[in-house]
């Protein structure tokens, strides 16, 4: 519980330190003396947003600090089965976030500078971030502010209320799931990217070119082979007519219509006559064997002219054929590149693309597939979800009801509507509603739609009996929005009920509610040395019961309602004491 708080420079307070005991304290005051800066305070602390603004005009910074005691947990909450139980999970929270306790004693403080709006947070003297900060307060204390009751309308919040109540087995059951739309999530991503890749057009004009490309069956070196063979073809005449003179030259006994010997007779006379000089003249054998070298090798080159003399008789459709296979060459070459080499690479990229597409298909398929995994999971995760929130529901809906029975509303049945979505979300698929039937005979319909303030106030007391038990300190900014009467006297009792088993902070308007704390506290507001000050005191007996005159008569205290405020003190200890 917390048992001291310290505010300094924040808004119109200069610095007060407040002492907070154990049970029901209240702090109640005239409009606008500053209760809501006490709470704005204490939201502060907790690691709430806040502006510049908080700081009183003129300081340097303001500041707020808070001292909780965590053995003296003020309470026997009904889901542990020991005393100390809660104190043991508050200390393992503690220790969960890197927080050691000093003796029983746990020190938040935050302070705020004017000129850069940066705030610092500790915990026991070490800077913190403020998340830790508000992790920390979350432990020790729930802050129920005076228009948080409309919070109440939001079927968001509704679902969160529930889910709170449904405590650490929903909370697993939230983390799987988180697990599972976080995968469900990076494999959508993966297909959308895989899809994104490649338009179906896209693909059509790569398999339009790869089959154009395979379909002309190109070879490397082909093109230069063809032109050198047309160009060959193309002097088709010359070269028959020039390989007919030399074999005549060679072999033929005429040319150009004359009688000639032909080469081959001619060299093969000479070796003869030269074999004849040899053996008369020996030295010149060497030129003997020079004219049968020569005779041999004329021998040869006519034998080649011949054979070429033969290929010359093509087909005379070959060269067309060349012309046409040149010219599906060239019109390649525009398209694809400036060689059939470079064509031949374009048909290897652009199979390659195709190949990876298809894989690529291949890889959604089972991308797809792990989806629809994953979406089972979900389902099942969703409807394991769906069961705990629907039997806990029931259990929440009556406590409530019996909590709004003691509150004065004896007729009313409150619901809690469950219906599912076919849409995943962080929460599931459930949707949530709080129905109320206030009367007898009445259907239940939805709490945004029926519900009065007054309802509404003693609704949110309901809840928050039930739902706070897992912090040490409770704090209700003006819970009694919207009741007087008997309906007040039945919200001090439950109440001081409540304090019973845990710290209760109450700021309000109500003589009733005033008249059951353990501790009251008045907020005023003064006039000091050409400033407005805002003060915290506790207040003794009859300070208690002069304020509690003022509340119920107002501004103008009379003996009669001096009277009436200490009979009303004196019945509240009495109902404390049963």
């Known amino acids: 519980m917390i048992v001291n708080l310290r505010i300094k420079n924040v808004a119109l307070i200069d610095e007060v330190e407040v002492a907070f005991a154990p049970g029901l304290n209240v702090l109640s005051g005239e409009t606008g003396a500053g209760k809501s800066i006490v709470v704005d305070s204490i939201n502060f602390l907790l690691g709430g947003r806040t502006s510049r603004d908080l700081i009183r005009t ?54 705020m500078q004017a000129d850069t709006g940066k705030s610092t947070c500790r915990i026991n003297g070490r800077t913190v971030t403020v998340g830790v900060l508000k992790s920390a307060a979350e432990l020790l204390v729930e802050l129920h502010g005076q228009h948080e009751h409309q919070s109440l309308l939001d079927p968001a919040k509704q679902l969160e209320m529930l889910d709170y109540f449904c405590g650490d087995e929903l909370a697993e059951m939230k983390t799987a799931l988180a697990g599972h739309l976080s995968r469900y999530k990076e494999a959508t991503r993966e297909l959308k990217k895989i899809e994104a890749g490649t338009s179906a057009e896209q693909l059509e004009i790569w398999r339009f070119q790869l089959n154009e490309i395979e379909a002309a069956a190109l070879k490397p070196g082909e093109e230069d082979a063809l032109t050198a063979k047309r160009d060959r073809l193309a002097g088709l005449e010359r070269l028959s007519r020039n390989t007919s003179d030399i074999v005549a030259l060679l072999y033929a006994g005429f040319f150009e219509g004359r009688p000639s010997m032909p080469a081959a007779d001619a060299t093969a006379k000479a070796v003869a006559l030269a074999a004849e000089i040899a053996r008369i003249d020996p030295s010149k054998e060497h030129l003997h064997t020079a004219l049968v070298d020569v005779n041999a090798v004329i021998r040869e080159i006519g034998r080649d002219f011949r054979d070429y003399e033969g290929e010359l008789d093509a087909d005379p459709h070959a060269l067309d054929a060349m012309e046409t296979r040149l010219d599906t060459i060239y019109r390649l ?20 693309k195709l190949d990876s597409v298809e894989n690529a298909e291949v890889e959604a398929r089972k991308i797809r597939a792990r989806r629809k995994e994953i979406s089972a999971e979900i389902t099942a995760v969703c409807a394991t979800m769906n069961a705990i929130r629907t039997a806990h529901a029931a259990r929440l809906s009556a406590e409530i009801t019996e909590i709004l029975r003691d509150l004065g509303m004896q007729h009313a049945e409150l619901f809690i509507q469950i219906k599912q979505k076919t849409v995943f ?78 710290q209760i902070l109450c700021i309000t308007h109500l003589p009733q509610i005033a008249a059951m704390a353990d501790t009251h506290f008045l907020i005023e507001k003064a006039e000091r040395t050409g400033r407005t000050i805002t003060s915290v005191a506790p207040l003794c007996t009859d300070g208690t019961i002069r304020e509690l005159a003022r509340l119920t008569g107002g501004a103008a205290i009379t003996s009669a309602t001096l009277q009436s405020a200490s009979e009303m003190k004196s019945q509240a200890d009495a109902l404390k004491k049963i």
């Open 333 to 352: 070459k525009k398209k694809y590149g400036a060689t059939v080499e470079t064509i031949l690479m374009k048909r290897d990229d652009l199979a390659q």
């Open 58 to 111: 003129g300081a340097p910074s303001a500041s707020v600090e808070g001292i909780f005691d965590t053995d003296n947990m003020c309470r026997v909450p009904r889901v542990l089965s020991k005393p100390d139980s809660a104190s043991a999970a508050l200390k393992q929270g503690l220790i969960a976030l890197g927080i050691e306790l000093d003796g029983g004693q746990l020190m938040l403080s935050r302070a």
């Open 425 to 502: 979300a962080a929460d599931g698929n459930d949707e949530i509603e709080f129905m109320i039937s206030p009367n007898p005979g009445e259907p239940a319909k939805p709490l945004r739609k029926i519900a009065s303030g007054g309802e509404m106030s003693r609704i949110m007391l309901a809840i928050k009996t039930i739902m706070s038990d897992r912090v040490p300190t409770v704090i209700f900014d003006e819970v009694d929005t919207g009741v007087s009467g008997r309906t007040a006297q039945q919200v001090a009792e439950k109440l001081a009920a409540v304090s019973r088993t845990r």
